[in-house]
């Protein structure tokens, strides 16, 4: 008990320590980089900054190398969003270079994300990624050609809020909501690490999308109107998802199932292409049907016929590599009969819904207070006190 004890003081000693040294907003004359992407989002974050006396720079991330599919990187979408961001930095009269990350991506989250599928799992490539690259490859980069004692601060065009709460007599920063609810964008920040999260700015947080719209054309910004990217990074929009990942992973055909009849209704090419809930597209049937099972040693998708069998929906969810935003001050709540009453989402595109937590020997397991549809293994669960975001954790098991 007195090694725990002084293992505990110990840590809150050094997190003091750290939180000390920095201030919690930057100052004048601090560095900040802005992470650029091309989009107008992160034009108008970097025109926000430009505006007060940091000294403000940008850095584009190259992340995927198409080297690796075509053999070519000529007429790629890297090279557009790179033009795009050095054109608004001309503009703003802001210097600017690209770190090739693409190594990195490949290792943290793409091969990872392809043992996902192959196994049949679904899993969320873009949390990973701002977790691993964005708030931990490249701002360990920074800090290390900045040549300061501090790291610089990182500002991106995410939608989400930070402010900062003493706990324990320690002023922590805490990972918020935005005001536009809609595009809010924590479920996807919701891994970053405390140590990342204290230097991160969200000069948009404040702002809904049709403002930073209006700002862009008001501020004549190059990329004013430019279409917003959507879906994985990886695969682009011009590809569908089936198309791109048939190039590394071999098509593994299998039967498709009718849950209620147990009668083959079809045949896929891999568990891979099917999350739970999807539409499973099998012709010849007078109804949709829904995946709401894969049985991956046996290779068989299971279907249901209308949107809300009941078989699709599910009561409560479990997750292992839970990552709380601050890892040594998990809620007290977890050990109690009732659990933690919270929010939570398991997939960004949803409203938040109401929950209790629990921590289940080395899981958590979240009971939902009423039935949610389709929840598929492998995808994130982020929990919210409020519009504080408190972390996450990869679905494992859905009851």
């Known amino acids: 008990m007195f090694r725990q004890c002084r293992f505990s003081q110990l840590q809150k000693l050094q997190i003091r320590s750290y939180y000390d040294s920095r201030t919690h907003v930057p100052r004048k004359g601090d560095k900040v980089v802005v992470a650029m992407s091309g989009g107008v989002d992160s034009s108008v974050t970097a025109k926000l900054l430009a505006d007060n006396d940091y000294d403000l720079s940008a850095v584009f991330m190259r992340n995927w190398d198409t080297?690796?599919?075509?053999?070519?990187?000529?007429?790629?979408?890297?090279?557009?969003?790179?033009?795009?961001?050095?054109?608004?930095c001309r503009v703003l009269d802001i210097p600017c270079k690209m770190v090739d990350l693409s190594r990195e991506y490949w290792t943290r989250v793409f091969e990872p994300s392809l043992k996902f599928w192959e196994s049949g799992i679904t899993p969320n490539p873009d949390v990973w990624c701002n977790k691993e690259v964005k708030f931990g490859v490249l701002l360990d980069r920074l800090a290390e050609d900045s040549g300061l004692s501090n790291t610089p601060w990182l500002a991106t065009g995410h939608y989400a809020n930070k402010d900062w709460k003493y706990h324990n007599g320690v002023l922590r920063p805490r990972l918020l909501r935005p005001r536009d609810v809609i595009k809010d964008q924590t479920y996807y920040l919701s891994s970053v690490p405390e140590r990342s999260l204290s230097r991160a700015l969200f000069p948009l947080g404040s702002i809904n999308k049709t403002e930073v719209r209006e700002l862009a054309v008001k501020w004549n910004l190059p990329t004013a109107a430019r279409q917003e990217s959507m879906g994985i990074?990886?695969?682009?929009?011009?590809?569908?998802?089936?198309?791109?990942?048939?190039?590394?992973i071999p098509p593994k055909p299998g039967p498709i199932i009718d849950l209620e009849t147990g009668?083959?209704?079809?045949?896929?090419?891999?568990?891979?292409?099917?999350?739970?809930?999807?539409?499973?597209?099998?012709?010849?049937?007078?109804?949709?049907?829904?995946?709401?099972?894969?049985?991956?040693?046996?290779?068989?998708?299971?279907?249901?016929?209308?949107?809300?069998?009941?078989?699709?929906?599910?009561?409560?969810?479990?997750?292992?590599?839970?990552?709380?935003?601050?890892?040594?001050?998990?809620?007290?709540?977890?050990?109690?009969?009732?659990?933690?009453?919270?929010?939570?989402?398991?997939?960004?595109?949803?409203?938040?819904?109401?929950?209790?937590?629990?921590?289940?020997?080395?899981?958590?397991?979240?009971?939902?207070?009423?039935p949610q549809k389709a929840v598929a293994s492998g995808q994130v669960?982020?929990?919210?006190?409020?519009?504080?975001?408190?972390?996450?954790?990869?679905?494992?098991?859905v009851a």
């Not at 075509?70 to 608004?88: A, I, L, Q, T």
């Not at 990074?233 to 590394?248: A, L, M, N, P, T």
């Open 67 to 88: 080297r690796d599919e075509s053999g070519s990187d000529h007429g790629c979408e890297w090279e557009k969003d790179w033009e795009d961001v050095r054109r608004v």
């Open 233 to 248: 990074c990886f695969v682009g929009e011009k590809r569908k998802f089936h198309d791109f990942i048939s190039q590394y």
């Open 263 to 370: 009668l083959q209704v079809g045949e896929h090419t891999g568990p891979w292409n099917f999350t739970i809930g999807q539409g499973a597209k099998v012709r010849g049937l007078k109804e949709k049907t829904f995946v709401v099972k894969k049985d991956i040693p046996k290779n068989i998708i299971y279907v249901v016929p209308g949107t809300d069998h009941p078989a699709l929906y599910a009561q409560s969810l479990t997750v292992r590599d839970w990552t709380w935003i601050w890892a040594d001050s998990p809620p007290i709540e977890l050990m109690h009969p009732g659990g933690l009453k919270a929010r939570m989402k398991f997939r960004h595109v949803m409203s938040d819904i109401g929950c209790s937590v629990y921590s289940d020997n080395e899981c958590i397991r979240i009971d939902f207070d009423e």
């Open 381 to 397: 669960a982020t929990v919210y006190v409020e519009d504080w975001c408190l972390g996450c954790g990869t679905i494992v098991e």
